[in-house]
């Protein structure tokens, strides 16, 4: 037999694939993804099992085994659900209810699955061997049902056209030695008379051989024998019953004889047959099997159909018998029985395979419970150790940022001051280059966080890529400088407007070239170039002649605190979040980073590439906008700090730059200088020693709005929000650029309409 079928119906791939995999070897595998396409395939196909997922969209799985149940041709086919729902009673007695042979909960075991579905195929494919075998003896019978009439026929005509009966006799013994059944005549003592060329083919036995004897002493079976007697008996018994109506002076008359029928009779023609023509028939042929042994030992099935014919005085001349071989069908038979016997001791180990795997299923459940419990104890502890970790982050940032704003203003105002000597000067960059490296770096640690938390927010405007460029490469001029670096540019990209947050692009490219300066030795080289690529994005390139990256540390470049090796570390600073920040931004943007280098001390090429938009024609405001220029002079500020030292900087700076100073150093005082003096600004820390800077804005808002701004050391997303909700127009972070700060007055004073703006 060919390959049986078996349907998968399930609406998701990976299931059919997994299906796929398990019983691929099994059988030919026909798939569906729902319960049209399944029924669809029921029409055309015959399966010997469907395995039938219970949730589908449009029509669940107890839907569509309904309708395959109503289909008669359907209503025995083995169906078995595959579900990943709960272990629901109804469900499962709902699936039972619809015709279901099983229902198998996911996950599965493959061996489980495999060992059902086979024995379902086993069971089809001896199902569809005992329809053929059915059909065979169907066909058979039909044959000695044909047989039997054309017999019938024969003696119909034989009464009827007596004229022929001289070649009747020559045709119906042709018929019978030529017939494809078995033609037994045997006499009224039970011995063989006539044993046609079937009799003799199948047995081994010619008719010389077998004439007069008893027919259960040279073909049946020893244990056989008294049935076979039993059986002859009985329809002697009954032919002797018959009741006959044969006239007596019935004559017949031979084909060679003159027209005139009274010229020559059968009798005369025919002697030994005119007896039993005129004789009746039984109403009914008693029909038996036995078995029938060969020459050389075979045994055969015959099934037999017995008549008896009698003569007018009711005695009987002969019994006749015709028979066709069965021994297929009896071997069918047999072979179905041991099937049957096979297939309930398979039924009966598959039964206790399954129990046991059963047990071992609710162990696997009371343990995944278990670890499912554990699990969730780990994520609460887990999560609770993530919060402690975000507040220890904004803590270390308050604690590192605070001192820090104090030193960049003093670091600010000497800078400004032309008296202080040239050398001086180059310490005082020195101290704010490194005290702004402190804050990149305090801001790298909370935006990694942002990131891991999937809090990062892009303000996405209409950015130039090349404008940003030159803006990063001012920045690192004087470190450049002090190198000796030479740098070449070649931004060729005829287009290099992009959608972007100009912010966070900007510090990719500072990170770049940043660490291109960083990595490159003195009098080394740095190019960065851009180039429209064949996908409509343009690239950006960085390329150092610097320290270069080995080859194991190119796939792990791009994650947090990897620098390569601890050396890197003690010779060049940071923390190694620079690369990772990039990538995460550029993900952000939907762009790529990747990076190329061909080992040690070989340099490194970092390509930056985003989707290119059409540029647009912007149109430059005018100058003037209807408000006030921007002035210093006059404009009233409270500083409300607790540190000492960063109040006292912030006073002196600001009154530099033409600004009328107070400083308040606790909430309580700060209320009362308000009510006081009426103040043009308000720049406040957020941790005071008797309140918060939140307490004070809302006092302060609820007896003159008045624009402030928010100045902490807490730089995190919730801490920001936090601010804006209590009313600061602003937040900045510590430490603070003063051009920054100043700007932010200005434009707070000046547009008092404004939006609130924050920056880090």
């Known amino acids: 037999m060919s ?18 995999a398990i019983l691929s070897d099994v059988g030919n595998l026909v798939k569906a993804t729902s319960g049209r396409q399944a029924l669809r395939e029921l029409l055309k196909t015959e399966f010997a099992v469907i395995l039938l997922d219970v ?36 469900n499962v007695f709902k699936g ?3 015709g279901a042979v099983d229902y198998i909960f996911k996950p599965f075991s493959a061996e489980v699955l495999k060992a059902k579905v086979s024995v379902f195929i086993d069971l089809f494919k001896k199902t569809e061997e005992v329809k053929r075998q059915a059909e065979l003896l169907g066909e058979a019978n039909n044959e ?27 045709f119906i013994s042709a018929v019978i030695e030529t017939a494809g059944s078995f033609v037994l005549v045997l006499d009224s003592d039970g011995k063989i008379e006539r044993f046609n060329r079937a009799c003799q083919e199948t047995s081994g036995y010619s008719l010389e051989e077998v004439h007069g004897k008893p027919v259960w002493e040279v ?48 009798s005369a023609e025919v002697p030994e047959l005119n007896d039993a023509f005129q004789a009746t028939l039984p109403l009914e042929p008693v029909c038996r099997e036995w ?96 919060r402690a970790k975000d507040q220890f982050l904004a803590v270390l940032s308050h604690e590192l940022r605070t001192p820090l704003t104090p030193v960049l203003t003093i670091v600010q105002m000497l800078e400004e001051d032309p008296t202080v000597p040239e050398e001086v000067s180059t310490w005082l960059q020195s101290i704010r280059r490194n005290v702004e490296l402190e804050a990149r770096l305090i801001d790298d640690l909370l935006d990694l966080t942002r990131i891991s938390k999937g809090k990062l927010q892009l303000n996405i405007d209409l950015v130039g890529v090349h404008p940003l460029v030159n803006e990063v490469l001012e920045i690192c001029k004087e470190d450049i400088s002090s190198k000796k670096l030479t740098v070449t540019t070649k931004l060729d990209a005829e287009n290099d407007q992009v959608r972007a947050d100009p912010a966070r692009l900007q510090q990719v490219l500072w990170n770049l070239i940043k660490n291109a300066v960083k990595f490159t030795p003195e009098r080394g080289t740095i190019c960065i170039n851009t180039s429209v690529t064949d996908h409509d994005e343009i690239m950006i390139q960085v390329s150092d002649t ?19 090796d601890t050396s890197i570390t003690r010779e060049f600073g940071g923390l190694g979040l620079g690369l990772a920040i990039s990538k995460a931004l550029m993900e952000a943007h939907h762009g790529t980073i990747r990076v190329e280098s061909d080992g040690k001390d070989k340099g490194a090429t970092f390509s930056v590439s985003l989707a290119l938009v059409e540029p647009l024609v912007r149109v430059m405001p005018a100058q003037s906008n209807g408000h006030a220029p921007l002035t210093r002079d006059g404009l009233r500020v409270l500083v409300v700090e607790d540190n000492e030292d960063t109040g006292v900087a912030m006073k002196l700076l600001l009154q530099r730059h033409g600004y009328r100073v107070e400083v308040a150093r606790s909430v309580r005082s700060a209320i009362a200088m308000f009510n006081e003096t009426k103040f043009d600004a308000v720049v406040s820390d957020i941790g005071l020693p008797d309140g918060t800077g939140l307490d004070l804005i809302r006092a302060i808002n609820a007896i003159r709005a008045t624009p402030s701004i928010a100045l902490s050391g807490f730089g995190m997303e919730q801490d920001i929000e936090k601010s804006l909700e209590a009313g600061f127009r602003a937040h900045l972070t510590k430490p603070v650029n003063f051009d920054q700060l100043d700007e932010t007055i200005q434009r707070l004073t000046s547009h008092p309409e404004m939006t609130a703006v924050t920056s880090r």
């Not at 589908?56 to 078995?80: H, N, Y």
Request: a negative charge; proline letters at 3%.
């Open 3 to 20: 390959n049986v079928n078996i349907l998968l119906v399930d609406d998701h791939q990976e299931n059919l694939i997994a299906l796929d």
């Open 219 to 266: 073909l049946v079976k020893e244990e056989e024998k008294e049935k076979v007697q039993s059986v002859f008996q009985f329809v002697r018994d009954i032919g002797g019953k018959s009741v006959l109506k044969t006239p007596p002076t019935t004559e017949y008359v031979s084909l060679d004889a003159p027209s005139d029928p009274s010229s020559e009779t059968f």
């Open 55 to 90: 949730q589908m969209p449009e029509m669940d799985g107890f839907e569509t085994a309904e309708l395959i149940r109503e289909r008669v041709k359907l209503q025995s086919t083995p169906i078995i659900f595959l579900t990943a729902r709960d272990k629901d009673d109804t």
């Open 291 to 386: 078995s029938w042994v060969t020459r050389n030992g075979a045994v055969r099935h015959i099934s037999w159909s017995f008549t008896a014919l009698v003569d007018e005085h009711g005695a009987v001349l002969y019994v006749i018998g015709t028979g066709i071989d069965i021994t297929g069908r009896h071997q069918a038979e047999e072979a179905l029985r041991e099937l049957n016997e096979d297939l309930e001791r398979r039924v009966l180990i598959r039964t206790a395979q399954l129990q046991e795997a059963n047990q071992e299923l609710e162990s696997e459940v009371i343990e995944r419970k278990r670890a499912e419990s554990e699990l969730s104890t780990a994520k609460d502890v887990a999560e609770r150790a993530n």
């Open 546 to 564: 610097g320290i270069g990256i080995s080859p194991k540390m190119l796939p792990i470049i791009f994650d947090a605190f990897e620098q390569g």
């Open 96 to 98: 039972y209810s619809v």
């Open 144 to 170: 000695l049902g044909k047989t039997n009439k054309a017999i019938g026929v024969l003696y119909t005509q034989l009464e009827r056209k007596n004229l022929e009966l001289h070649k009747e006799r020559d």
